[in-house]
Protein backbone atom coordinates (compact mmCIF):
# COMPACT_ATOMS: atom_id res chain seq x y z
CA UNK A 1 0.00 0.00 0.00
CA UNK A 2 1.39 3.56 -0.86
CA UNK A 3 2.20 6.01 1.72
CA UNK A 4 0.73 9.61 1.58
CA UNK A 5 3.01 12.41 2.81
CA UNK A 6 2.19 15.67 3.12
CA UNK A 7 3.94 16.84 0.18
CA UNK A 8 2.19 14.52 -1.89
CA UNK A 9 -0.11 16.58 -4.72
CA UNK A 10 -3.58 14.60 -3.08
CA UNK A 11 -2.99 15.76 0.61
CA UNK A 12 -2.06 19.19 -0.79
CA UNK A 13 -5.26 19.22 -2.91
CA UNK A 14 -7.15 17.47 0.31
CA UNK A 15 -5.61 21.02 2.55
CA UNK A 16 -6.60 23.57 0.39
CA UNK A 17 -10.20 22.11 0.27
CA UNK A 18 -10.33 22.01 3.87
CA UNK A 19 -9.16 25.68 3.89
CA UNK A 20 -11.86 26.54 1.31
CA UNK A 21 -14.29 24.79 3.85
CA UNK A 22 -12.97 26.17 7.36
CA UNK A 23 -13.69 29.53 5.55
CA UNK A 24 -17.33 28.76 5.21
CA UNK A 25 -18.12 26.93 7.99
CA UNK A 26 -16.49 29.52 10.38
CA UNK A 27 -19.16 32.57 9.07
CA UNK A 28 -22.03 29.85 9.65
CA UNK A 29 -21.15 28.37 12.45
CA UNK A 30 -19.82 30.86 14.40
CA UNK A 31 -21.09 34.33 15.30
CA UNK A 32 -19.10 37.44 13.24
CA UNK A 33 -19.23 40.84 12.18
CA UNK A 34 -20.04 41.72 8.90
CA UNK A 35 -16.46 42.59 7.88
CA UNK A 36 -15.15 39.56 9.10
CA UNK A 37 -17.83 37.41 6.57
CA UNK A 38 -16.96 39.48 3.96
CA UNK A 39 -12.98 38.49 4.93
CA UNK A 40 -14.18 34.87 4.56
CA UNK A 41 -15.65 34.79 1.58
CA UNK A 42 -12.40 36.83 -0.19
CA UNK A 43 -10.28 34.06 1.37
CA UNK A 44 -12.61 31.60 0.37
CA UNK A 45 -12.75 32.59 -3.39
CA UNK A 46 -8.41 33.15 -3.37
CA UNK A 47 -8.34 29.79 -1.74
CA UNK A 48 -10.22 28.35 -4.68
CA UNK A 49 -8.50 30.16 -7.30
CA UNK A 50 -5.40 28.89 -5.84
CA UNK A 51 -6.82 25.01 -6.03
CA UNK A 52 -7.83 25.24 -9.11
CA UNK A 53 -4.38 26.64 -10.21
CA UNK A 54 -2.93 23.96 -8.25
CA UNK A 55 -5.34 21.69 -9.81
CA UNK A 56 -4.91 22.23 -13.12
CA UNK A 57 -1.04 24.12 -13.84
CA UNK A 58 0.33 21.59 -11.31
CA UNK A 59 3.23 23.37 -9.96
CA UNK A 60 5.88 22.38 -7.08
CA UNK A 61 4.22 21.60 -3.50
CA UNK A 62 6.32 24.08 -1.45
CA UNK A 63 4.35 26.87 -3.83
CA UNK A 64 0.65 25.47 -3.73
CA UNK A 65 1.30 25.40 0.28
CA UNK A 66 2.64 28.53 0.27
CA UNK A 67 -0.38 30.08 -1.32
CA UNK A 68 -2.95 28.40 1.13
CA UNK A 69 -0.84 29.21 4.28
CA UNK A 70 -0.36 33.10 2.83
CA UNK A 71 -3.75 33.54 2.50
CA UNK A 72 -4.50 31.48 6.14
CA UNK A 73 -1.68 34.26 7.63
CA UNK A 74 -3.95 36.96 6.20
CA UNK A 75 -7.05 35.64 7.63
CA UNK A 76 -5.98 35.04 11.57
CA UNK A 77 -4.02 38.21 11.40
CA UNK A 78 -6.48 40.39 10.36
CA UNK A 79 -9.79 38.76 11.46
CA UNK A 80 -9.63 39.29 15.50
CA UNK A 81 -9.32 43.73 14.46
CA UNK A 82 -13.02 42.57 13.16
CA UNK A 83 -14.05 41.26 16.18
CA UNK A 84 -12.75 43.51 18.98
CA UNK A 85 -16.08 44.99 19.94
CA UNK A 86 -18.07 41.58 19.71
CA UNK A 87 -18.70 40.20 23.51
CA UNK A 88 -17.06 36.99 22.72
CA UNK A 89 -13.96 38.41 21.85
CA UNK A 90 -11.98 36.96 24.21
CA UNK A 91 -13.08 33.36 23.20
CA UNK A 92 -12.91 34.11 19.76
CA UNK A 93 -9.51 35.65 19.77
CA UNK A 94 -8.35 31.59 21.97
CA UNK A 95 -9.89 29.80 19.08
CA UNK A 96 -8.15 31.66 16.82
CA UNK A 97 -4.29 31.71 18.62
CA UNK A 98 -5.08 28.19 19.29
CA UNK A 99 -5.92 27.40 14.85
CA UNK A 100 -2.66 29.56 14.17
CA UNK A 101 -0.24 27.39 16.46
CA UNK A 102 -2.00 24.09 15.52
CA UNK A 103 -1.46 24.63 11.61
CA UNK A 104 0.97 27.30 10.87
CA UNK A 105 3.83 24.50 12.50
CA UNK A 106 2.81 22.50 10.51
CA UNK A 107 3.01 24.12 7.48
CA UNK A 108 6.10 25.95 8.18
CA UNK A 109 7.64 22.03 9.26
CA UNK A 110 6.83 21.33 5.57
CA UNK A 111 6.94 24.56 3.70
CA UNK A 112 10.46 26.51 5.23
CA UNK A 113 11.35 27.62 8.76
CA UNK A 114 11.28 31.27 7.69
CA UNK A 115 8.00 31.56 6.81
CA UNK A 116 7.07 29.98 10.42
CA UNK A 117 9.43 32.45 11.86
CA UNK A 118 7.92 35.16 9.67
CA UNK A 119 4.21 34.45 11.04
CA UNK A 120 4.94 33.78 14.75
CA UNK A 121 6.63 36.86 14.76
CA UNK A 122 3.70 38.74 13.55
CA UNK A 123 1.24 37.18 15.39
CA UNK A 124 2.83 38.14 19.08
CA UNK A 125 2.72 41.30 17.68
CA UNK A 126 -0.64 41.04 17.08
CA UNK A 127 -1.72 39.95 20.46
CA UNK A 128 0.52 43.03 22.03
CA UNK A 129 -1.51 45.45 20.10
CA UNK A 130 -4.93 43.30 20.21
CA UNK A 131 -4.26 44.02 24.16
CA UNK A 132 -3.55 47.48 24.03
CA UNK A 133 -6.48 47.89 21.83
CA UNK A 134 -9.65 45.64 23.05
CA UNK A 135 -8.26 46.36 26.60
CA UNK A 136 -10.65 43.18 26.79
CA UNK A 137 -10.23 41.79 30.84
CA UNK A 138 -9.84 38.08 30.44
CA UNK A 139 -7.13 38.93 27.84
CA UNK A 140 -5.39 41.54 30.34
CA UNK A 141 -5.42 38.88 33.01
CA UNK A 142 -4.13 36.19 31.18
CA UNK A 143 -1.76 38.12 29.07
CA UNK A 144 1.22 36.80 30.86
CA UNK A 145 0.57 33.28 30.50
CA UNK A 146 -0.30 33.46 27.31
CA UNK A 147 2.99 35.11 26.55
CA UNK A 148 4.61 33.09 28.33
CA UNK A 149 2.83 29.82 26.49
CA UNK A 150 3.25 30.79 23.04
CA UNK A 151 6.81 31.81 23.76
CA UNK A 152 7.54 28.01 24.88
CA UNK A 153 5.37 26.81 22.31
CA UNK A 154 7.42 28.89 19.71
CA UNK A 155 10.94 27.59 21.35
CA UNK A 156 9.75 24.07 20.99
CA UNK A 157 8.76 24.39 17.72
CA UNK A 158 11.88 26.02 16.69
CA UNK A 159 14.00 23.37 18.56
CA UNK A 160 11.86 21.20 16.42
CA UNK A 161 12.94 22.70 13.64
CA UNK A 162 16.12 23.00 14.03
CA UNK A 163 16.12 18.77 15.08
CA UNK A 164 15.31 18.78 11.11
CA UNK A 165 18.06 20.97 9.93
CA UNK A 166 20.22 18.83 11.14
CA UNK A 167 18.97 15.56 10.49
CA UNK A 168 18.60 16.47 6.80
CA UNK A 169 22.04 17.92 6.42
CA UNK A 170 23.43 14.96 8.31
CA UNK A 171 21.37 12.62 5.67
CA UNK A 172 22.80 14.97 2.95
CA UNK A 173 25.99 14.23 4.32
CA UNK A 174 25.87 10.93 4.24
CA UNK A 175 24.24 10.71 0.84
CA UNK A 176 27.34 12.91 -1.20
CA UNK A 177 29.36 10.18 1.03
CA UNK A 178 27.55 7.11 -0.33
CA UNK A 179 27.72 9.31 -3.88
CA UNK A 180 31.13 9.71 -3.29
CA UNK A 181 31.62 6.13 -2.24
CA UNK A 182 29.73 4.94 -5.11
CA UNK A 183 30.98 6.95 -7.96
CA UNK A 184 34.87 5.27 -6.47
CA UNK A 185 33.53 1.91 -6.53
CA UNK A 186 32.59 2.68 -10.08
CA UNK A 187 35.68 3.82 -10.99
CA UNK A 188 37.47 0.92 -9.45
CA UNK A 189 35.39 -1.71 -10.89
CA UNK A 190 36.18 -0.54 -14.36
CA UNK A 191 40.04 -0.17 -13.10
CA UNK A 192 39.72 -3.82 -12.39
CA UNK A 193 37.99 -4.52 -15.58
CA UNK A 194 40.36 -2.83 -17.61
CA UNK A 195 43.02 -4.98 -15.59
CA UNK A 196 41.18 -8.11 -16.23
CA UNK A 197 40.71 -7.47 -19.77
CA UNK A 198 44.40 -6.42 -20.01
CA UNK A 199 45.10 -9.96 -18.26
CA UNK A 200 42.95 -11.89 -20.83
CA UNK A 201 44.53 -9.93 -23.84
CA UNK A 202 47.82 -11.17 -22.69
CA UNK A 203 47.11 -14.79 -21.92
CA UNK A 204 45.32 -15.03 -25.42
CA UNK A 205 48.29 -13.33 -27.13
CA UNK A 206 50.50 -15.40 -25.52
CA UNK A 207 48.62 -18.85 -25.64
CA UNK A 208 47.94 -17.87 -29.74
CA UNK A 209 51.38 -16.47 -30.60
CA UNK A 210 54.19 -17.79 -28.70
CA UNK A 211 53.27 -20.96 -28.94
CA UNK A 212 53.39 -21.12 -32.70
CA UNK A 213 57.01 -19.26 -32.43
CA UNK A 214 58.12 -21.90 -29.59
CA UNK A 215 57.02 -24.82 -31.46
CA UNK A 216 58.80 -24.05 -34.98
CA UNK A 217 62.18 -23.51 -32.57
CA UNK A 218 61.68 -26.85 -31.35
CA UNK A 219 60.70 -28.14 -34.64
CA UNK A 220 63.85 -26.29 -35.95
CA UNK A 221 66.19 -27.78 -33.24
CA UNK A 222 65.25 -30.94 -33.85
CA UNK A 223 66.26 -30.72 -37.89
CA UNK A 224 69.46 -28.88 -37.10
CA UNK A 225 70.31 -31.93 -35.06
CA UNK A 226 69.41 -34.14 -37.04
CA UNK A 227 71.04 -32.60 -40.20
CA UNK A 228 74.20 -32.22 -37.89
CA UNK A 229 74.45 -36.16 -37.35
CA UNK A 230 74.46 -36.41 -41.06
CA UNK A 231 77.07 -33.31 -41.99
CA UNK A 232 74.53 -30.72 -43.99
CA UNK A 233 76.13 -28.15 -43.06
CA UNK A 234 74.17 -25.86 -45.37
CA UNK A 235 71.01 -27.44 -43.94
CA UNK A 236 72.11 -26.71 -40.26
CA UNK A 237 72.99 -22.57 -41.35
CA UNK A 238 69.73 -22.17 -42.61
CA UNK A 239 67.76 -23.30 -40.11
CA UNK A 240 69.99 -21.72 -37.95
CA UNK A 241 68.77 -18.34 -39.24
CA UNK A 242 65.39 -19.56 -39.17
CA UNK A 243 65.84 -19.68 -35.58
CA UNK A 244 67.32 -16.62 -35.33
CA UNK A 245 64.34 -14.80 -37.25
CA UNK A 246 61.86 -16.73 -34.88
CA UNK A 247 63.87 -15.49 -31.69
CA UNK A 248 63.79 -11.90 -32.94
CA UNK A 249 60.35 -12.12 -33.74
CA UNK A 250 59.59 -13.41 -30.53
CA UNK A 251 61.89 -10.69 -28.84
CA UNK A 252 59.79 -8.29 -30.31
CA UNK A 253 56.97 -9.67 -29.42
CA UNK A 254 57.76 -9.61 -25.70
CA UNK A 255 58.49 -5.73 -26.21
CA UNK A 256 55.49 -4.86 -27.29
CA UNK A 257 53.67 -7.04 -25.29
CA UNK A 258 55.50 -5.38 -21.89
CA UNK A 259 55.47 -1.92 -23.86
CA UNK A 260 51.34 -2.44 -23.71
CA UNK A 261 51.04 -3.85 -20.63
CA UNK A 262 52.78 -0.78 -19.15
CA UNK A 263 50.38 1.82 -21.29
CA UNK A 264 47.16 -0.19 -19.90
CA UNK A 265 48.12 0.11 -16.30
CA UNK A 266 49.53 3.25 -16.29
CA UNK A 267 53.54 2.63 -15.22
CA UNK A 268 54.67 3.86 -18.94
CA UNK A 269 56.68 6.84 -18.20
CA UNK A 270 56.16 9.15 -21.50
CA UNK A 271 59.40 11.98 -21.41
CA UNK A 272 59.40 14.25 -24.10
CA UNK A 273 62.59 15.17 -25.36
CA UNK A 274 64.10 16.63 -28.51
CA UNK A 275 64.89 13.25 -31.33
CA UNK A 276 66.34 13.29 -34.31
CA UNK A 277 64.47 11.13 -36.55
CA UNK A 278 66.85 10.20 -38.81
CA UNK A 279 68.91 8.82 -36.49
CA UNK A 280 65.51 6.99 -34.97
CA UNK A 281 64.91 5.55 -38.10
CA UNK A 282 68.56 4.16 -38.38
CA UNK A 283 68.22 2.44 -35.43
CA UNK A 284 64.83 1.01 -35.98
CA UNK A 285 65.99 -0.23 -39.65
CA UNK A 286 69.16 -1.52 -37.85
CA UNK A 287 66.78 -3.72 -35.79
CA UNK A 288 64.91 -5.36 -39.06
CA UNK A 289 67.59 -5.02 -41.02
CA UNK A 290 67.50 -9.13 -41.52
CA UNK A 291 64.20 -9.44 -42.62
CA UNK A 292 64.84 -5.90 -44.96
CA UNK A 293 67.59 -8.20 -46.92
CA UNK A 294 65.86 -11.28 -47.00
CA UNK A 295 63.22 -9.98 -49.09
CA UNK A 296 65.56 -7.49 -50.65
CA UNK A 297 63.41 -4.19 -50.06
CA UNK A 298 64.39 -0.83 -50.73
CA UNK A 299 63.90 1.93 -47.59
CA UNK A 300 63.71 5.05 -49.09
CA UNK A 301 63.43 8.53 -47.61
CA UNK A 302 62.77 11.83 -48.23
CA UNK A 303 62.48 14.80 -45.55
CA UNK A 304 63.48 12.94 -42.67
CA UNK A 305 65.88 15.10 -41.13
CA UNK A 306 64.49 16.75 -38.75
CA UNK A 307 63.71 17.36 -35.17
CA UNK A 308 60.62 15.54 -32.93
CA UNK A 309 59.86 15.91 -29.14
CA UNK A 310 58.39 12.60 -28.41
CA UNK A 311 59.31 10.17 -25.61
CA UNK A 312 62.22 8.21 -27.66
CA UNK A 313 61.16 5.02 -27.03
CA UNK A 314 57.66 5.58 -27.71
CA UNK A 315 58.89 6.89 -30.72
CA UNK A 316 61.13 3.96 -31.63
CA UNK A 317 58.35 1.58 -30.67
CA UNK A 318 55.65 3.20 -33.23
CA UNK A 319 58.66 3.51 -35.66
CA UNK A 320 59.26 -0.14 -34.87
CA UNK A 321 55.70 -1.65 -35.35
CA UNK A 322 55.36 0.84 -38.60
CA UNK A 323 57.92 -0.29 -40.87
CA UNK A 324 58.01 -4.02 -39.29
CA UNK A 325 54.52 -4.35 -40.92
CA UNK A 326 55.88 -2.63 -43.65
CA UNK A 327 58.16 -5.35 -44.17
CA UNK A 328 55.89 -8.00 -43.49
CA UNK A 329 53.39 -6.85 -46.57
CA UNK A 330 55.72 -5.65 -49.36
CA UNK A 331 56.19 -8.38 -51.24
CA UNK A 332 60.52 -9.23 -52.47
CA UNK A 333 61.96 -6.41 -54.31
CA UNK A 334 59.26 -3.73 -52.91
CA UNK A 335 59.87 -0.51 -52.09
CA UNK A 336 59.22 1.69 -48.62
CA UNK A 337 58.85 5.06 -48.84
CA UNK A 338 59.34 6.79 -45.41
CA UNK A 339 58.55 10.52 -45.65
CA UNK A 340 57.86 13.71 -43.03
CA UNK A 341 56.58 17.13 -43.01
CA UNK A 342 56.65 19.73 -40.40
CA UNK A 343 54.36 22.99 -39.59
CA UNK A 344 54.03 25.34 -36.87
CA UNK A 345 51.86 23.10 -34.79
CA UNK A 346 52.77 19.41 -35.70
CA UNK A 347 54.69 16.76 -37.36
CA UNK A 348 53.61 14.16 -39.42
CA UNK A 349 55.53 11.22 -40.49
CA UNK A 350 54.33 8.63 -43.14
CA UNK A 351 55.15 5.12 -44.32
CA UNK A 352 54.23 3.70 -47.07
CA UNK A 353 54.69 0.15 -48.67
CA UNK A 354 54.14 -1.60 -52.53
CA UNK A 355 52.55 -4.40 -50.51
CA UNK A 356 49.07 -6.25 -50.52
CA UNK A 357 46.94 -3.46 -49.35
CA UNK A 358 44.20 -3.29 -46.64
CA UNK A 359 40.18 -4.41 -47.35
CA UNK A 360 38.07 -0.77 -46.23
CA UNK A 361 36.18 -2.51 -44.09
CA UNK A 362 38.95 -3.88 -41.67
CA UNK A 363 40.79 0.26 -41.77
CA UNK A 364 38.75 1.03 -38.82
CA UNK A 365 38.94 -1.97 -36.84
CA UNK A 366 43.29 -2.28 -37.03
CA UNK A 367 43.71 0.36 -34.17
CA UNK A 368 40.99 -1.05 -31.79
CA UNK A 369 42.27 -1.54 -28.30
CA UNK A 370 39.73 -4.22 -27.78
CA UNK A 371 40.18 -5.99 -31.81
CA UNK A 372 43.44 -7.89 -32.50
CA UNK A 373 43.77 -8.81 -36.68
CA UNK A 374 46.64 -10.67 -36.90
CA UNK A 375 47.50 -11.22 -41.10
CA UNK A 376 49.94 -13.68 -42.63
CA UNK A 377 52.55 -11.61 -44.64
CA UNK A 378 53.70 -12.06 -47.91
CA UNK A 379 56.78 -14.33 -47.35
CA UNK A 380 53.79 -16.20 -44.02
CA UNK A 381 55.62 -13.80 -41.85
CA UNK A 382 53.21 -14.25 -38.71
CA UNK A 383 52.26 -11.10 -36.39
CA UNK A 384 51.17 -10.01 -32.65
CA UNK A 385 47.77 -8.37 -33.85
CA UNK A 386 48.49 -5.89 -31.13
CA UNK A 387 51.10 -3.96 -32.86
CA UNK A 388 48.98 -1.38 -33.84
CA UNK A 389 46.61 -1.06 -30.97
CA UNK A 390 50.20 -0.51 -29.42
CA UNK A 391 50.65 2.26 -32.08
CA UNK A 392 48.00 4.13 -31.12
CA UNK A 393 48.15 3.90 -27.43
CA UNK A 394 51.86 5.63 -27.65
CA UNK A 395 50.52 8.46 -29.73
CA UNK A 396 47.42 9.32 -28.52
CA UNK A 397 49.57 9.58 -24.94
CA UNK A 398 51.65 11.90 -27.13
CA UNK A 399 48.15 14.00 -27.84
CA UNK A 400 48.56 13.19 -31.80
CA UNK A 401 46.69 11.05 -34.32
CA UNK A 402 47.40 7.71 -35.78
CA UNK A 403 45.53 6.95 -39.39
CA UNK A 404 45.91 4.78 -42.59
CA UNK A 405 44.87 5.18 -46.39
CA UNK A 406 45.21 2.14 -48.27
CA UNK A 407 43.88 0.10 -51.65
CA UNK A 408 43.62 -3.66 -51.98
CA UNK A 409 46.78 -4.59 -53.96
CA UNK A 410 48.06 -0.83 -54.19
CA UNK A 411 49.36 -0.77 -50.66
CA UNK A 412 49.09 1.40 -47.69
CA UNK A 413 50.43 4.37 -46.14
CA UNK A 414 50.02 5.12 -42.38
CA UNK A 415 50.50 8.05 -40.69
CA UNK A 416 51.18 9.68 -37.55
CA UNK A 417 51.20 13.12 -36.05
CA UNK A 418 53.14 14.43 -33.23
CA UNK A 419 51.98 17.96 -31.60
CA UNK A 420 55.47 20.20 -31.74
CA UNK A 421 56.02 21.06 -28.03
CA UNK A 422 57.31 25.08 -27.41
CA UNK A 423 59.45 23.41 -24.90
CA UNK A 424 60.31 20.22 -23.79
CA UNK A 425 58.10 18.80 -21.09
CA UNK A 426 56.99 15.57 -19.16
CA UNK A 427 54.32 13.70 -18.90
Known sequence: MAKLSIKDPRIVSVIGL???????????LFPVSY????????????????????????????????????????????????QISEPDFSSFYIRNTLFFWVIMPLLGLTIHKNMFIISA???????????????NPFLLNSSTTIFLVLIGYLYIILFLLRMLEEAAQKTEKLINELRENNTELINKREELSSLVKTKDKLFSVLAHDLQSPFMGISGLSEMIRKNAEMGNTDQVIEYSKMIA??????????SNLLDWAASQTGELEMKHTINNLDECLDETIALLQDHQQRKNITIQRKNT???ITADPNG???????????????????????????KNRDEAVVSISDSGVGIKKHLIPKIFKMDTYISTEGTDDEHGTGIGLSLCKEMIVRHDGRIWAESEPGQGSTFHFSLPVLNSVQKD
Open 18 to 28: IGLIGYITDAL
Open 245 to 254: DTTKRTSTLF
Open 35 to 82: ELALMNIACSFFTSLALIFHLVKKPKIEFSLSLFALILLVNLLVAPFF
Open 305 to 307: DIK
Open 121 to 135: VLYLVQFGVILLVSK
Open 315 to 341: LKTVLRNLISNALKFTPHDGIIKISAE
